[in-house]
């Protein structure tokens, strides 16, 4: 089959094509929120596939794959920065480095990527989108997963607006990538190939762009409506543990919990900054008991636990059947603990000893844990980037009859000050919305302070780095979607078979070098 003149053969200086590759991520970061820019992802991988593909060794393509990836999370996580330079108190040189660092080791899995997309790709341009698509599945699994994952800006991510977020309820956010790399290769190998079988390819990607659109998307019913507040305390980041200044952000959250008329009040993370030991004699057990009579419950962000037995970032709950239980409140404690901030890893205490921040080396809490009930409604608490983690949040809808109606996020982003870190944990709120078709409330100290309802759509918003309470209704859903039942039950497990059968049924068992195109392989 003939290729477009020139289109595959031709091979630029290397520092030329790392440059492009560099500028193709930079595309990539930039279409996440706040652009919210599905056709930019798809863009940027089109140009990391058109060009890797026309490399003439495996090297070179991982070279190109490892500088579009590091531009891609560097454009993506740069506020990092601030928690780290500002907060943290590392020189500013040496925060830039370790976070090119992060970056530059994590962009490793895409770099082998594209060097086995290179070194195995076959003649047909149809399997080699489907080999493509194969290969980005498992690097966006292994930097979600490995070392404890570090999944923010995965691809499926800048896609919970466009014709690809009807995958969220069947594939998840790592099938929405997987299937965008697809579309991204048959784009690039329409760009070298001639004649019909160009149009061929072009017709087959946009169809498969937009049929998502024609899949099942009622997987869910509504249960029952609750009337909410959800705080915003605004405490700035330097400011929330300063001995000076808690008495009063304290005594705000406290006047807004008891002081608000709905049905569940949510406080934020860590909006009680302190142990329930450490606070003024009676305030925690008056905070109780303002929820221990009556129908109103409160969720409220705090650190618990003992020398003994450890500590926890944990949510209470609190309400009149609370009340009997352990302790007097029902208790949720954080599971997916963040690196660094919540652990140190083995090897890094040195990095930690760096700076100068309140780090903290909690106990991880269960990966399933019960629901909050409210009014027949079952509340299930996830805390700060948890909800980056949309698998291990369907695990509790494996069991039968006690799935959460509603998901609901505490989270402190004041640790980034005011970046675009804030839009882009929205998305990925959205997208857990889309995924498990339940409404998510999120809680938080500095933004994005919401209500989401069951399809993604913000119903209710708060403007960030302002103190306020947002008040609205939310409706519960009960059922399953089928991303819920099948990474309820078995994780990521299902993906990355697909993805290793995918790769064993359309590698090139011989060495490929140059992007060529025969339908008929």
């Excluded at 630029?12 to 919210?36: C, K, M, T, V, Y």
């Excluded at 998307?217 to 200044?245: I, P, Y």
């Excluded at 509340?379 to 291990?392: Q, R, S, T, W």
Aim: hydrophobic share 50%; net charge positive; proline share 6%.
């Amino acid at each position: 089959m003939p290729l477009a003149k020139g289109a595959a053969g031709r091979r630029r200086p290397l520092w030329a094509e790392l440059l492009l590759a560099a500028a193709a991520g930079g595309l990539h970061a930039f279409s996440f929120a706040p652009q919210d820019a599905g056709w930019l992802q798809l863009a940027g991988v089109v140009l990391l596939a058109w060009r890797a593909g026309a490399q003439g060794s495996a090297t070179r393509a991982a070279l190109l794959g490892g500088a579009f990836s590091t531009a891609w999370l560097a454009g993506g996580v740069w506020w990092l920065f601030i928690s780290l330079h500002r907060y943290g108190g590392l020189p500013a040189w040496l925060a830039v480095a370790a976070i090119a660092l992060l970056c530059a080791f994590l962009s490793l899995y895409l770099a082998a990527a594209m060097a086995a997309w290179v070194r195995w790709r076959p003649r047909s341009p149809w399997r080699g989108a489907l080999l493509f698509a194969a290969l980005w599945l498992l690097a966006e699994l292994a930097r979600g997963v490995l070392f404890t994952g570090f999944p923010w800006v995965a691809a499926g991510y800048a896609h919970s607006d466009s014709a690809l977020a009807g995958l969220a309820p069947w594939l998840g956010v790592y099938g929405i990538g997987a299937v965008s790399a697809g579309i991204a290769a048959l784009a690039a190998a329409a760009l070298v190939t001639a004649g019909r079988v160009r149009w061929t390819l072009a017709a087959v990607a946009l169809a498969v762009w937009w049929a998502p659109l024609a899949l099942p998307q009622r997987f869910t019913e509504a249960t029952g409506t609750l009337s909410v507040a959800l705080l915003q305390g605004n405490v700035a980041q330097d400011e929330k543990f300063a001995s000076e200044r808690q008495p009063e952000d304290l005594a705000w959250t406290l006047r807004a919990l008891i002081g608000a008329r709905a049905d569940l009040v949510i406080a934020p993370e860590t909006a009680i900054p302190l142990l329930p030991s450490q606070l003024p004699e009676g305030l925690w057990d008056g905070l109780r008991n303002a929820f221990s009579e009556g129908e109103r419950a409160a969720l409220v962000g705090l650190p618990l636990g003992d020398p003994q037995a450890g500590y926890t970032n944990s949510v209470a709950g609190l309400s009149r059947d609370a009340a009997a239980l352990p302790g007097g409140a029902y208790r949720y404690d954080k599971h997916h603990l963040v690196p660094f901030g919540e652990f140190i890893p083995l090897g890094f205490r040195w990095f930690v000893d760096l700076m100068n921040m309140p780090l903290g080396d909690f106990n991880r809490g269960p990966l399933v844990a019960p629901s909050f009930g409210v009014k027949g409604e079952r509340v299930a608490p996830n805390i700060c980037y948890e909800d980056l983690f949309g698998e291990e949040l369907a695990a509790r809808f494996a069991g039968s009859g006690d799935a959460p109606t509603i998901l609901a996020n505490v989270s402190n982003i004041a640790w980034f000050g005011e970046s675009v870190a804030i839009d882009q944990h929205l998305q990925i709120s959205r997208l857990r919305s889309l995924e498990l078709q339940r409404p998510m409330l999120r809680a938080t100290n500095t933004g994005a302070t919401v209500i989401i309802d069951h399809r993604g759509q913000v119903t209710r918003r708060l403007a960030p780095h302002t103190r306020g309470v947002l008040e609205g209704p939310v409706q519960g859903r009960s059922g399953l979607t089928p991303f819920a039942w099948w990474a309820g039950r078995f994780g990521l497990w299902p993906l990355l078979l697909a993805a290793l059968a995918l790769f064993a049924a359309t590698a090139r068992r011989r060495p490929h070098t140059a992007l060529q195109s025969n339908a008929s392989d």
